[in-house]
């Protein structure tokens, strides 16, 4: 007979009552706790328990973080279902409202559901404290490294809150005693507890997942347009060695290694005087890379997808900003000899038909079922999709990330949320996803994952393969492709997996002795007594800076408030940073350095700045200046010595948001002096002339660049005159040519779809 859970705070016969969850729930209650819990035993579970615990013991608020708005969603109407609590005590946080209406939510509610930069955001404008915070929960904890929200959140928290207490809940922390000791310090985590498949409170619990690998061979005809890129890779590494840097394993070389050289070599141009070859052998590095994908993707994706990424590749070739090495790779005699046996390749990928087999036997033999295809990439998702709709009683669907590109337009949050409902509905019965799908979606009835390609990372293996065997036995098919990048991510992921898994049980014997000697947790203490060292102590009336409400995207507000700033958030608009009445600073990562100067707003915004205040300095963060765009070097050294000569700018350089926060404080600190006068940001962006707004307007339409707009205007004398003008007269200007022209046309004739 089923038992449940009686609590004040939960709603009767609601939650199932089992014993790992209460003994979880209760080892999280007496200190701050990282749970590793298998996928699909219940740890949001776990998590209302302490919710619902701290609720009634303490009266005040309780917090639930978790990285997107689906989960969010899906989390919020949970505990509004469990929960005794009237509606409007349930609370869910996310970009979509408005920031004022979020304060007085903050106010009102006693349950409050987030993703994690939301509340970052509003902490860093001060619009809510978290000091009657009675717990946090931290959803997918794994995530909780670098300079993501959780680590902020979390040290706010612990300074904030009296008697601060956090849930971490993951299914896979990562398979290195690093990366757990690394989210253990981000969380202020004390101890862990960990539940396995094999203990035996939590095997009646288990559904059997059978795993299988489909090895599939490439065709000859593939096989045939792979050899042709792989001559275009072997000339590249060829010519980069000869410029003195050789690949440590030529053509199997990894894209992480061949990453670290690049970076390298960025650093070689910021010597002062680089050699030559320098320049010679990024742009190289560039081509290599993009050759290298290729490879990945007629390996992995199929032809199809091989084709829509050269598409995209003469694309930026046919740009007018575009680098040497995009022409230069388009140039190439195979490359071109791809393109046109692209357009004359009869085969596709193995996978695509088996795929389509393995998903049609699942529905016929099982029509109620829900399968999940994962493909890394959105390409082969579409491509997948529409193979799918062909097939009788399969309705499938495309599940994406937000971002858009070229052709590829992603999905909102919202519709995300509808797709997955649709989904549980049966209104689709296979979703065909990208990463997006791979965290915690509670999608129980899920019977089949089929995986278009391994991927290295255990942590992202174990999430996909999570998606099934929930509620019932459940299966799992991963495709490899012999002899190719497939293999090498299968046995990665395997290794990794295995690791991890042996990790968790050695941390389950660690935890077996005493608290003290858990090696996780004095790495943190080390750490944390490191950084205190490193920093040292807070100055609590530290200098003002005034920062632009954009900037608390980046993690320099972040880092400023940490070291110690009097830190206020305004809405600018002249400056990012504002530290006395008379200095301000721009800040800019390379790359949008180099895409403001190609724009032609850098010197728009130098202009509003030094038109406004006494001394301006612009601050570039970040490394690969001169390759963020493989745009002449000549160009970004003459953009630099005009805002430093011309405009009085002072320019400096730092290596990331940290090293940026360091400096802003310095010069604040340096400005400010011992008295502290309140700064008042002032200064209003000048209003564009005629002229500016005109070439604005051209300048909207895509391949359409500053100079090319002043080109079109200046020939035929308005806007309105270069709208009218047909294909010919078009060409007839300078820098259009006869692709950009039809593309002209068709922005101006196409007819509006929304």
Same mark, same amino acid.
């Given at each position: 007979?089923?038992?449940?859970?009686?609590?004040?705070?939960?709603?009767?016969?609601?939650?199932?009552?089992?014993?790992?969850?209460?003994?979880?729930?209760?080892?999280?209650?007496?200190?701050?706790?990282?749970?590793?819990?298998?996928?699909?035993?219940?740890?949001?579970?776990?998590?209302?328990?302490?919710?619902?615990?701290?609720?009634?013991?303490?009266?005040?608020?309780?917090?639930?973080?978790?990285?997107?708005?689906?989960?969010?969603?899906?989390?919020?109407?949970?505990?509004?279902?469990?929960?005794?609590?009237?509606?409007?005590?349930?609370?869910?946080?996310?970009?979509?409202?408005?920031?004022?209406?979020?304060?007085?939510?903050?106010?009102?509610?006693?349950?409050?559901?987030?993703?994690?930069?939301?509340?970052?955001?509003?902490?860093?404008?001060?619009?809510?404290?978290?000091?009657?915070?009675?717990?946090?929960?931290?959803?997918?904890?794994?995530?909780?490294?670098?300079?993501?929200?959780?680590?902020?959140?979390?040290?706010?928290?612990?300074?904030?809150?009296?008697?601060?207490?956090?849930?971490?809940?993951?299914?896979?922390?990562?398979?290195?005693?690093?990366?757990?000791?690394?989210?253990?310090?981000?969380?202020?985590?004390?101890?862990?507890?960990?539940?396995?498949?094999?203990?035996?409170?939590?095997?009646?619990?288990?559904?059997?997942?059978?795993?299988?690998?489909?090895?599939?061979?490439?065709?000859?005809?593939?096989?045939?347009?792979?050899?042709?890129?792989?001559?275009?890779?072997?000339?590249?590494?060829?010519?980069?060695?000869?410029?003195?840097?050789?690949?440590?394993?030529?053509?199997?070389?990894?894209?992480?290694?061949?990453?670290?050289?690049?970076?390298?070599?960025?650093?070689?141009?910021?010597?002062?005087?680089?050699?030559?070859?320098?320049?010679?052998?990024?742009?190289?590095?560039?081509?290599?890379?993009?050759?290298?994908?290729?490879?990945?993707?007629?390996?992995?994706?199929?032809?199809?997808?091989?084709?829509?990424?050269?598409?995209?590749?003469?694309?930026?070739?046919?740009?007018?900003?575009?680098?040497?090495?995009?022409?230069?790779?388009?140039?190439?005699?195979?490359?071109?000899?791809?393109?046109?046996?692209?357009?004359?390749?009869?085969?596709?990928?193995?996978?695509?038909?088996?795929?389509?087999?393995?998903?049609?036997?699942?529905?016929?033999?099982?029509?109620?079922?829900?399968?999940?295809?994962?493909?890394?990439?959105?390409?082969?998702?579409?491509?997948?999709?529409?193979?799918?709709?062909?097939?009788?009683?399969?309705?499938?669907?495309?599940?994406?990330?937000?971002?858009?590109?070229?052709?590829?337009?992603?999905?909102?949050?919202?519709?995300?949320?509808?797709?997955?409902?649709?989904?549980?509905?049966?209104?689709?019965?296979?979703?065909?996803?990208?990463?997006?799908?791979?965290?915690?979606?509670?999608?129980?009835?899920?019977?089949?994952?089929?995986?278009?390609?391994?991927?290295?990372?255990?942590?992202?293996?174990?999430?996909?393969?999570?998606?099934?065997?929930?509620?019932?036995?459940?299966?799992?098919?991963?495709?490899?492709?012999?002899?190719?990048?497939?293999?090498?991510?299968?046995?990665?992921?395997?290794?990794?997996?295995?690791?991890?898994?042996?990790?968790?049980?050695?941390?389950?014997?660690?935890?077996?002795?005493?608290?003290?000697?858990?090696?996780?947790?004095?790495?943190?203490?080390?750490?944390?007594?490191?950084?205190?060292?490193?920093?040292?102590?807070?100055?609590?009336?530290?200098?003002?800076?005034?920062?632009?409400?954009?900037?608390?995207?980046?993690?320099?507000?972040?880092?400023?408030?940490?070291?110690?700033?009097?830190?206020?958030?305004?809405?600018?608009?002249?400056?990012?940073?504002?530290?006395?009445?008379?200095?301000?600073?721009?800040?800019?990562?390379?790359?949008?350095?180099?895409?403001? &100067?190609?724009?032609?707003?850098? =010197? @728009?915004?130098?202009?509003?700045? /030094? $038109?406004?205040? !006494?001394? +301006?300095?612009?601050? *570039?963060?970040?490394?690969?200046?001169?390759?963020?765009?493989?745009?002449?070097?000549?160009?970004?050294?003459?953009?630099? &010595?005009?805002?430093?000569?011309? =405009? @009085?700018?002072?320019?400096?350089? /730092? $290596?990331?948001? !940290?090293? +940026?926060?360091?400096? *802003?404080?310095?010069?604040?600190?340096?400005?400010?002096?011992?008295?502290?006068?309140?700064?008042?940001?002032?200064?209003?962006?000048?209003?564009?002339?005629?002229?500016?707004?005109?070439?604005?307007?051209?300048?909207?339409?895509?391949?359409?660049?500053?100079?090319?707009?002043?080109?079109?205007?200046?020939?035929?004398?308005?806007?309105?005159?270069?709208?009218?003008?047909?294909?010919?007269?078009?060409?007839?200007?300078?820098?259009?040519?006869?692709?950009?022209?039809?593309?002209?046309?068709?922005?101006?004739?196409?007819?509006?779809?929304?």
């Amino acid at each position: 007979m089923v038992k449940y859970i009686q609590h004040p705070l939960i709603k009767p016969d609601s939650v199932e009552q089992r014993l790992y969850q209460l003994d979880l729930a209760g080892k999280a209650l007496s200190s701050s706790t990282l749970i590793v819990l298998p996928t699909g035993l219940g740890k949001t579970i776990v998590a209302l328990l302490v919710m619902a615990s701290k609720l009634e013991a303490t009266g005040k608020k309780v917090v639930m973080l978790s990285p997107t708005k689906p989960l969010v969603e899906q989390h919020a109407t949970f505990f509004s279902q469990m929960l005794n609590l009237e509606p409007e005590e349930v609370m869910t946080f996310t970009g979509n409202l408005p920031p004022a209406k979020r304060e007085k939510m903050w106010e009102k509610g006693r349950v409050i559901v987030s993703t994690p930069q939301v509340i970052e955001n509003d902490l860093l404008t001060k619009r809510i404290s978290l000091q009657d915070v009675a717990h946090i929960t931290f959803d997918e904890a794994h995530r909780a490294v670098g300079n993501y929200s959780y680590t902020y959140i979390a040290e706010e928290y612990f300074n904030q809150a009296k008697e601060p207490l956090c849930l971490a809940i993951t299914a896979s922390p990562g398979s290195s005693d690093e990366k757990i000791a690394e989210v253990c310090e981000s969380l202020h985590i004390e101890k862990v507890a960990v539940k396995t498949e094999d203990d035996s409170d939590v095997t009646p619990y288990i559904h059997h997942k059978q795993v299988e690998w489909v090895h599939l061979k490439l065709p000859d005809e593939m096989q045939r347009l792979k050899d042709l890129l792989d001559k275009v890779l072997e000339d590249r590494i060829q010519k980069l060695d000869e410029l003195g840097y050789r690949l440590p394993y030529g053509k199997k070389t990894s894209k992480k290694e061949l990453l670290g050289l690049q970076r390298k070599m960025q650093g070689q141009l910021r010597s002062g005087n680089p050699d030559p070859s320098v320049y010679s052998s990024i742009s190289l590095m560039a081509e290599i890379l993009k050759a290298g994908h290729a490879i990945e993707v007629i390996e992995t994706q199929g032809v199809g997808a091989l084709a829509k990424y050269v598409d995209r590749l003469e694309r930026e070739a046919c740009t007018k900003g575009a680098s040497k090495a995009s022409k230069r790779l388009m140039e190439d005699l195979f490359m071109r000899q791809l393109s046109y046996r692209l357009k004359e390749c009869g085969a596709e990928h193995p996978k695509l038909e088996t795929v389509c087999n393995i998903v049609k036997e699942q529905l016929t033999s099982n029509p109620d079922s829900r399968v999940i295809v994962f493909t890394n990439f959105r390409d082969t998702a579409e491509m997948v999709t529409d193979a799918l709709s062909n097939i009788e009683d399969i309705n499938p669907v495309k599940f994406v990330g937000q971002s858009s590109k070229y052709r590829d337009k992603g999905l909102t949050q919202k519709q995300q949320v509808e797709i997955i409902d649709h989904f549980k509905q049966g209104n689709f019965n296979v979703l065909v996803a990208t990463s997006v799908a791979e965290e915690g979606l509670d999608i129980p009835a899920t019977d089949l994952v089929v995986f278009y390609e391994p991927i290295p990372s255990e942590i992202r293996s174990i999430q996909r393969k999570g998606r099934t065997g929930r509620k019932h036995a459940g299966r799992v098919v991963v495709l490899v492709t012999k002899g190719t990048r497939d293999e090498g991510y299968y046995w990665s992921s395997a290794n990794r997996e295995k690791k991890m898994q042996g990790n968790i049980r050695q941390l389950q014997e660690t935890l077996s002795t005493d608290e003290h000697e858990n090696p996780f947790i004095k790495e943190k203490q080390r750490s944390l007594e490191d950084f205190d060292n490193r920093v040292g102590p807070e100055d609590e009336n530290g200098p003002e800076v005034v920062a632009d409400q954009r900037e608390i995207r980046s993690t320099v507000t972040r880092n400023l408030q940490k070291a110690g700033a009097s830190l206020s958030v305004k809405t600018l608009e002249v400056g990012d940073y504002i530290v006395s009445e008379n200095v301000a600073i721009e800040r800019k990562e390379t790359g949008d350095f180099v895409n403001s &100067l190609i724009e032609g707003k850098l =010197f @728009e915004q130098i202009s509003n700045l /030094t $038109r406004t205040y !006494e001394k +301006t300095i612009l601050i *570039i963060e970040g490394e690969g200046l001169f390759n963020a765009r493989r745009i002449n070097p000549s160009s970004i050294y003459g953009a630099m &010595l005009s805002i430093s000569m011309d =405009f @009085e700018t002072t320019i400096l350089h /730092t $290596r990331d948001a !940290e090293e +940026t926060a360091a400096l *802003i404080l310095q010069i604040a600190k340096r400005q400010q002096g011992k008295e502290k006068k309140p700064i008042n940001p002032h200064g209003k962006k000048a209003a564009p002339i005629l002229s500016k707004q005109q070439e604005y307007i051209v300048s909207a339409i895509p391949q359409i660049g500053p100079q090319a707009a002043r080109n079109l205007l200046e020939h035929f004398g308005s806007v309105e005159a270069v709208m009218k003008a047909c294909e010919e007269e078009l060409r007839e200007v300078k820098l259009i040519g006869p692709k950009t022209a039809a593309r002209i046309r068709e922005v101006v004739c196409s007819e509006y779809k929304g």
